[in-house]
């Protein structure tokens, strides 16, 4: 069952057109990742999903039902350029974003001081936002946007400012969370943490979706015949003209080949175990991030 | 609605919280009591504190005038008989430090009505006023007296005539009751210049949020929770509210404040010179006209209409602001830094001033026809019916120009929120006016 179903949306701005009949599905309690270059389109259809714009034509489902205004109380956003008041203190502004969100004061008080121990924040809740450092500032408006425990959380860049270590605190949140039954869809240029984390995506280019599925899917679709091929003795593998070719590679210890169009791999195991003595071969498949760039630059 | 009431809430309280906002409420009172102060304080300075004595000599070459000035604590007048070939300046340069001028009155004065007074220092304004008055009555006295009317002084005093227009309003039982035009002009001319004021320095502060939020990003949060429009208005009633809550606690601490100075600068002043107080403050007359200043004062306090004054007021700054105020976050919206939003208050502005000037020219004749016009126009309105308000305004010119104004001021709501929700999330390159306007549609 998908949590949003976003069909056909086609949004235009002064001429321009940011979105053109695109689709999204994002199934229950999956980590969804929304990719594109800048300019692709993608916060505009974020800010669709939040209600924040609406489309031009297209529709937007949430749990089988077209959004509402009322659904926004379900959604938790944490926008690519985080704001905050900067004279406001830590906690007014935490109890006050929930509050919005709808939920009451003495539950936003109660949760706001779980998260803030959580995020070791406690002793900063009196203070302005402007005192504290960009990485707490960031843990703030992290918090502003899950306390009220919402089934669906946008992410818009979540890392950018964090430092690993708290990115890794972050990532376990975002994990928790999913485990928790929330449906995550989060934006992002950090193919890394994409791998890492998503398990499906969606990638926008010129405001179209130019690529969609499971990642593991999309990485076997999108393989090119490469293979890490280890021999005893360290010896250097030659070209084979039938069935392989090396690509030189620093990378890898080992040598990497690519198989010829035709070749198969089990005739290239039976060759190499003829010729060397072979002790592993691994398929090598290609990154997000190789993905992530060839596709949006024509390359397939 | 829950929303709406949680923003201006929170609008609310940010902004009363403010330091700024602290300082400023308690300071401008004090700094008014101050500057209303200072003529009075000057007065009392001047009159306590000048011990200073200056000596003139006065040459009288035709013997009949040295007595028209009389010494005084900051005058002392030595007499002294001349004739043309008096050399003032050796008689100064002998005199040394005992004389600080010489005035020389020429034998024919009456002819020419001209004296002259020489020294080395400069002579003070208050000093040759006071020396002319002294010779205008002298030679005035001496006129009269060439005619050898025994009669003919008291004829010229009987003859002073300053007449007044006294202005009595018939209520619709034909009961009388006395006004005072001029309380009214200027009551309603505090009025105006109130509204002027407010819809301003608020509207101005309505934009400076706007545009912070916009800056720190914070808006599109906030608009994930709320729609825009619920934003607006929250933040127009919220400092709209933190407006009305500054005026009241102007009022009270002034209130307090002018009591406080009352009793304490009276019971002073009334202590040490009274007169020297009136003459400071450029009050003519003495006490028994100021009686009778204060007398007339409450009775044009009693022949105006608080009531219905005071609803119209409210009503007008209401509307008033509600329009110029929703303007101002509409076009705040469209900026990204308050430094870049001149192009867009400079028209508000303008209008609101072309409303004050009119508002000033109104109060001549506040039932003319500009006034009339400037009235009922809805930018204007809200400034120039206060100057008219104390007159009384026929019902239907009140009624069609509240009803202008607040149909306009929802037209300024809608038009405000539409390029408000679109301002709001663009960023980057300056707004042109049309660009603007476009995103009305």
């Known amino acids: ?300 | 609605m829950n929303k709406l009431k949680l923003i201006i809430q929170h609008e609310y309280m940010t902004m009363v919280g403010k330091k700024s906002f602290i300082i400023m409420t308690l300071l401008i009172p004090f700094l008014i009591l101050i500057v209303g102060s200072i003529p009075v304080l000057m007065a009392y300075i001047n009159s306590s504190a000048d011990t200073s004595v200056t000596r003139i000599a006065v040459i009288d070459e035709s013997g009949n005038y040295g007595n028209a000035f009389k010494n005084s604590p900051n005058y002392r007048f030595m007499i002294m008989q001349g004739d043309k070939a008096f050399n003032a300046h050796e008689f100064y340069k002998n005199a040394g430090e005992s004389i600080d001028a010489v005035i020389v009155i020429p034998a024919d004065v009456l002819d020419n009505q001209q004296a002259t007074i020489y020294s080395e220092n400069t002579i003070d304004q208050g000093t040759i006023s006071m020396l002319t008055r002294c010779l205008n009555d002298t030679l005035a006295r001496a006129k009269i007296a060439s005619f050898n009317d025994p009669d003919l002084e008291s004829k010229i005093k009987q003859s002073q005539v300053n007449a007044e227009v006294k202005s009595i309003k018939w209520d619709e039982k034909g009961d009388e009751q006395e006004q005072s035009a001029q309380f009214a002009s200027i009551l309603g001319m505090v009025l105006s210049f109130f509204i002027y004021t407010f819809v301003l320095s608020y509207g101005a502060m309505i934009m400076n949020s706007v545009v912070e939020e916009k800056t720190n990003r914070i808006v599109e949060v906030i608009v994930s929770s709320c729609k825009p429009m619920e934003l607006m208005m929250g933040k127009i009633i919220g400092v709209g509210l933190v407006g009305l809550t500054q005026f009241a606690i102007w009022a009270v601490l002034l209130g307090i404040g002018y009591i406080v100075l009352g009793l304490v600068a009276g019971g002073t002043i009334a202590a040490t010179n009274p007169e020297a107080i009136t003459a400071g403050m450029n009050l003519s007359g003495g006490t028994d006209m100021a009686s009778g200043a204060l007398h007339d004062i409450m009775t044009a306090l009693a022949s105006i209409n608080w009531l219905s004054l005071l609803g119209n007021f409210v009503l007008y700054f209401i509307g008033g602001y509600l329009l110029y105020a929703s303007l101002f976050a509409g076009f705040g919206s469209a900026v990204d830094q308050a430094s870049d939003s001149s192009q867009f208050t400079l028209p508000i502005i303008i209008i609101m001033m072309v409303a004050l000037y009119a508002g000033i020219a109104c109060i001549e004749n506040p039932s003319g026809p500009m006034a009339v016009w400037c009235s009922i126009i809805p930018f204007t309105s809200p400034v120039v019916m206060m100057v008219r308000l104390p007159f009384d305004v026929p019902w239907w010119q009140l009624l069609l120009s509240i009803v202008l104004l607040y149909a306009t001021a929802l037209g300024c709501i809608w038009i405000s929120s539409r390029i408000y929700r679109t301002g709001i999330l663009l960023y980057g390159k300056k707004r042109s006016f049309k660009e603007v306007l476009r995103w009305i549609k």
């Not at chain 1, 053109?20 to 969804?32: A, R, S, T």
């Not at chain 1, 450092?133 to 089934?151: A, E, L, N």
């Not at chain 1, 992002?188 to 979706?209: F, Y």
């Not at chain 1, 060759?271 to 024509?298: A, C, H, K, R």
């Open chain 1, 1 to 300: 069952m998908n949590f949003i179903d976003v069909n056909q949306a086609v949004k235009q701005y002064d001429g321009h057109l940011a979105l053109d009949h695109v689709d999204l599905h994002v199934p229950q309690g999956c980590i969804y990742g929304l990719l594109g270059p800048n300019g692709a389109g993608k916060t505009t259809l974020i800010r669709i999903i939040n209600r924040i714009t609406r489309p031009d034509s297209g529709t937007v489902m949430i749990n089988g039902q077209p959004l509402k205004d009322k659904d926004i109380a379900n959604i938790g956003y944490l926008p690519e350029e985080r704001g905050l008041y900067k004279k406001i203190k830590v906690a007014d502004q935490i109890v006050y974003l929930a509050r919005l969100k709808g939920m009451p004061k003495p539950l936003a008080i109660t949760e706001m001081e779980k998260w803030l121990k959580r995020f070791d924040l406690t002793e900063w809740r009196n203070r302005k936002v402007e005192e504290l450092s960009k990485g707490m500032q960031q843990k703030v408006q992290f918090i502003t946007t899950v306390i009220h425990r919402p089934q669906l959380l946008i992410f818009d860049e979540p890392f950018s400012g964090f430092d690993p270590v708290n990115a890794e605190q972050l990532k376990r949140e975002i994990i928790q969370l999913r485990n928790e039954g929330s449906t995550i869809l989060f934006s992002t240029h950090n193919m890394a943490s994409v791998e890492e984390i998503c398990e499906k995506i969606t990638l926008i280019n010129h405001s179209r979706v130019v690529l969609e599925g499971n990642v593991a899917d999309i990485k076997q679709q999108h393989k090119k015949n490469l293979f890490v091929v280890n021999v005893a003795n360290g010896k250097k593998i030659e070209t084979h003209e039938q069935l392989f070719e090396v690509v030189p590679s620093q990378e890898h210890e080992g040598s990497l080949i690519k198989l010829c169009p035709g070749a198969n791999l089990r005739d290239t195991i039976t060759w190499l175990n003829e010729n060397y003595t072979l002790t592993g071969i691994t398929e090598q498949l290609p990154s997000m991030n190789e993905i992530f760039i060839d596709t949006v630059q024509g390359k397939c």
